[in-house]
């Protein structure tokens, strides 16, 4: 995409190259690359050394634990409100809804005349999970199906029904947070390997589809266990939620001001469960760079030379392996170093350690979404403002923006460079100082807890390396030493 050509032509190719979503995708493809001002290796071995540095610094500085050091929360009453404001979101947030299967059904079949796809895949996906960091858990509030069902629940209770629409079934125990991690996987398979995710008809279908498994599980099991071990959205928004400096108040009429990250050291126990989760957190957005690497290309080739297959299996056999793959080496890699800091520690089992120091590897998966999709929210956005005055493509100009073209030039590949290295090094830095926090409110003694932080810092560093590696590969101009 040049400047020279044309803003139409230009968005056009944007838009197509983010909503096809195939499985060779390149993920931060700008039509222009970065010529770094020093070799690459200079930058990551930089970001590299920041991020050990940190836990230097955290290690000889920070020796109080949070309990002796804690920050206090501001509690803001907002009165009547919050209460007042959760039904019209709770409404907005199912005409929405509505609007997506309407749209995807009746609206033109062009992903980019149609508000179905950007709603989805860029509004919602991309758009809420930035504003839970920066503002809190508003999912909650924003769940179309927790509407859904406690709409008909009420109704249900009104016309005689004393327990609701819920059978009040158990929920396995074993099952545990399992099913949202395996729903966590589905979603990014279909979102970055099921080449026709961005067709109207079948956003469409699968919003119906995640109604359905979603209103049946809470009517089986009820809303709450639900949502809290197979709700893959409300727990992977919830999850972010607790780095963003706001959470509601336990009377539902204010709102608790807290530094940001504190809702991920509260010392709450987590299950296994979380510790895939949140593995699949990171594995997945990693795995989304990664299908824009050479290497991707390359392995599907040899895919194709080694097995004649179709070359759309060849990118569903690719990415259906490679997504489960990432996700199991990210968690095998967390574990290995979750057995070492066992082992040295003395007095806790490798489960045990995975569990305690999950959550500070939240704000990683952050930084991770900032680095890879912050500029396709700012840039390819901005399509749902032509779309609000013609949703379905029908050519309607209904508020007086269908004229509006994207500034695909808002963002460069320098400023996105930049962005993703500073988010990576920034996320990874905090993650070392959370860990920290954890282990002097759980051992006690510097000494041991300076201990078990070692091999997660290591670990983050080799995540920071990695991370960086894959996102300059299709961003960056390589000069002629390096390329040889």
């Not at 700008?30 to 610094?57: E, K, N, T």
């Not at 955290?58 to 309990?67: C, D, G, N, Y």
């Not at 396995?172 to 109207?200: D, K, N, Q, S, T």
């Not at 919830?238 to 780095?243: E, I, K, P, S």
Request: charged content about 10%; glycine content about 8%; some cysteine.
């Amino acid at each position: 995409m040049r400047r020279g050509n044309r803003a139409t032509a230009a968005a056009s190719l944007a838009t197509a190259a983010f909503l096809s979503l195939p499985g060779t995708a390149c993920a931060h493809a700008f039509g222009q690359r970065y010529d770094l001002p020093a070799p690459l290796g200079y930058f990551v071995a930089g970001a590299a050394a920041a991020v050990a540095l940190s836990f230097v610094v955290a290690a000889a500085f920070v020796r109080r634990t949070p309990r002796e050091n804690r920050a206090p929360h501001l509690i803001v009453p907002l009165g009547p409100l919050l209460p007042a404001l959760k039904p019209v979101l709770q409404v907005l947030s199912v005409v929405l809804l509505c609007a997506v299967v309407v749209a995807g059904f009746i609206g033109n079949r062009n992903p980019e005349m149609n508000l179905a796809p950007i709603l989805v895949w860029i509004v919602w996906w991309v758009g809420v999970a930035f504003l839970v960091v920066c503002v809190g858990n508003i999912w909650a509030t924003l769940d179309p199906w927790r509407a859904l069902f406690e709409g008909l629940d009420t109704l249900a209770r009104r016309f005689g029904a004393a327990d609701g629409i819920s059978l009040g079934r158990p929920y396995p125990p074993r099952l545990g947070m399992w099913p949202a991690v395996a729903l966590l996987l589905v979603f990014v398979w279909i979102e970055v390997v099921y080449p026709r995710a961005a067709v109207p008809s079948h956003v469409a279908w699968f919003a119906l589809a995640w109604s359905a498994i979603t209103l049946t599980g809470m009517v089986c099991f009820g809303a709450e266990a639900w949502r809290r071990n197979a709700d893959v959205f409300a727990i992977y928004f919830g999850t972010l939620a607790r780095f963003a400096p706001i959470d509601i108040g336990p009377d539902r009429r204010s709102i608790v001001l807290r530094l940001p990250g504190r809702g991920l050291i509260t010392g709450e126990a987590v299950s296994y469960g979380m510790v895939g989760f949140v593995l699949a957190m990171l594995s997945t957005v990693m795995f989304d760079g990664l299908l824009g690497t050479q290497a991707m290309t390359i392995a599907h080739a040899a895919l194709a030379d080694w097995v004649t297959l179709h070359p759309l299996a060849g990118g569903y056999v690719l990415g259906t392996v490679g997504i489960v793959a990432v996700w199991l080496f990210f968690l095998a890699a967390y574990v290995l170093a979750c057995a070492v800091t066992a082992r040295l520690i003395g007095d806790r089992s490798t489960g045990a350690v995975a569990r305690l120091f999950v959550l500070t590897l939240v704000p990683i998966a952050i930084a991770y979404l900032i680095a890879h999709y912050l500029h396709y929210l700012l840039v390819q956005g901005q399509l749902v403002i032509p779309l609000l005055s013609d949703p379905l493509g029908r050519r309607w100009d209904l508020f007086g923006t269908a004229s509006y073209y994207p500034d695909i030039g808002l963002l460069d590949a320098r400023f996105v460079w930049n962005l993703s290295l500073a988010s990576i090094v920034a996320g990874h830095v905090i993650s070392i100082w959370l860990a920290h926090r954890v282990a002097l409110r759980e051992f006690g003694a510097r000494g041991k807890a300076v201990t078990a932080s070692v091999p997660l810092t290591v670990l983050m560093v080799i995540y920071t390396v990695v991370s960086l590696l894959i996102i300059a590969d299709p961003l960056v101009q390589y000069t002629d030493r390096e390329v040889s």
